[in-house]
């Protein structure tokens, strides 16, 4: 498909009026307003690339099995769209199960262990995305996932945001559900939900 008619797509995309209520394109769902599943990616750009101003993609990941598939989708969109890649995870803190909670160093060493695990993940990640797009970069935050989403489309300009649909237990899928959810809601730039990878994908 020519960039024009993709372009066309997106606008028409954008100017879809905000609901629950879903609508086919393609074998693929437009979720709310702006959301195309990824499969769709290809068909709609067709090979061409976007031919003026370098694009940002924005992808929040988790590290969960949707990350590659999330990393995947965003990558053919910065191939398609001449972008950049901003890979973003969001620390979230301890979970305390004990009823008494965790005593404040070990809260801290805890919150330490995530941050450094996630840091050496982010680079993995991004050293294996550089060799499919040039231009990668990664982001480390703390905070509530809805907020740190939006914050980070801002500040970077995103001009799309990758980001998975749900996970394969049902706390995630209400956890991360929602954030989707939330996320789509407030932003401002078009959203490329991505399902979960298919048993054996990614392996």
Known sequence: MPWREASGFFNRLSATTAGSATERYRGGTILGKWAVFPDQLRGLFGGNRYPAVMKTILAPIDFSTATESVIDAAIDLAQATNGRVVLLHIVQPPILTSDYGLAMESFQEAVTL??????????????????????????????????????????????????????HTALYDLLVGSTTHGVMRRIQCPVVIVPPPQRGEHK
Do not use: W
């Open 114 to 167: 995530s941050e450094k695990h996630a840091a050496k993940r982010l680079a993995e990640l991004k050293t294996r995305a550089e060799s499919r797009v040039p231009e990668v970069q990664v982001e480390q935050v703390s905070g509530s996932a809805i907020a740190e989403i939006l914050e980070a489309a801002k500040r970077n300009s995103a001009d799309y945001l990758v980001m998975g649909s749900h996970g």
